[in-house]
């Protein structure tokens, strides 16, 4: 680890580690080098691993796997306002991963984007190893519409960029780019770009493929607006002037997308109250003053909403009883 923490490596082998301290080891190393979780042995043998973690400034890469072993963030490690975003690429092997009610089971090459704010868990089914890429949220929120749709949604091997994505994070361990200061800043940047592209492509692939040109391209440049400026006081005409558009025009472009504004605007503004109830940091604040913040000027429509959605009560998610 160098002076200002800005990079830090952590290997851990089961090699040579007698089986009942195993467990420790492990739950040591994803505490320090990864994330706060459970390690918990099953049936399999060999409990087996081997792991390299790189901490970066705004990314982490983790390699290697585990056999033998069960990986899990309850509802109690999911705590600190933790909101990171995890690409993890199965090399080889198959991988099994659970979270928001999602059973995933990942085949050679496969991808998913996993939510530090979720509890999960994670599971190798057969040998082999993992590429993982963990960045904060801030850093992809900007490049992605609708980043949490992305989230726990397989991404198949042959998405466009994947492959790219892997052999260049690969060959920055293997060449040991990231122990030179310039390297590093230049490579993690690279990263960040090639990881939005991997996800930009996942998002909207289907739409893209056949509707290429000018209105694909303006209803994501308007749906990245919305999503970064959902709390306010949006309408459908105020933002069809933002980008020179008529409404009618504007309305078009999202029923040809299967939504409408209306619809788009509530589903971002009930992600961002979501997120708020869960962020240790408003704890304090009542759930009305949450709705309001979120762009909701009316908490019966919004509580309305928010458990249609959600399927509980803004109070049952921030309390933990539900997720």
Not at 109 to 135: I, K, M, P, Y
Not at 187 to 215: F, I, N, Q
Not at 275 to 282: A, V
Request: glycine share 8%.
């Amino acid at each position: 680890m160098s002076g200002k923490e800005e990079f830090s490596i952590l290997n851990v082998s089961t090699n040579d580690i007698p089986e009942d301290e195993r467990v420790p080891l492990l739950r040591e190393f994803y505490c320090r080098g990864v994330l706060k979780a459970e390690i918990e042995a099953t049936e399999v043998k060999p409990f087996a691993a081997s792991l390299t973690s790189l901490g970066l400034p705004g990314a982490k890469l983790v390699i290697g796997g585990l056999i033998g072993a069960r990986v899990i963030r309850t509802k109690e490690l999911v705590v600190g306002g933790d909101d990171s975003l995890g690409l993890m690429v199965n090399r080889s092997g198959v991988v099994g991963i659970s979270a928001r009610g999602r059973d995933l089971r990942l085949q050679a090459g496969d991808a998913v984007l996993t939510s530090a704010e979720d509890v999960a868990t994670c599971e190798r089914f057969s040998l082999g190893n993992c590429l993982s890429l963990r960045v904060p949220r801030r850093v992809l929120a900007p490049m992605i519409v609708d980043l949490d749709d992305a989230v726990m949604r397989i991404i198949p091997e042959h998405t466009a960029g994947l492959r790219l994505l892997v052999d260049y994070a690969m060959s920055l361990v293997r060449e040991r780019a990231f122990a030179v200061p310039a390297l590093r800043q230049l490579g993690v940047a690279h990263v960040h770009d090639l990881m939005a592209r991997v996800l930009g492509a996942t998002d909207e692939v289907h739409e893209l493929a056949g509707r290429r040109g000018v209105r694909a391209a303006r209803l994501r440049k308007v749906k990245s607006f919305i999503v970064n400026n959902c709390w306010q006081n949006l309408s459908v005409a105020t933002v069809a002037q933002e980008f020179g558009l008529t409404t009618r025009y504007l309305q078009r472009l999202f029923e040809a997308d299967g939504k409408t504004f209306s619809s788009f605007l509530t589903d971002q503004r009930l992600k961002r109250a979501h997120r708020m109830l869960r962020e240790p940091d408003f704890a304090g604040r009542p759930v009305s003053s949450i709705a309001y913040d979120a762009g909701f000027g009316d908490i019966s429509y919004f509580n309305r909403c928010f458990r249609r959605a959600y399927g509980a009560t803004p109070s049952g998610v921030r309390s933990g009883e539900a997720l």
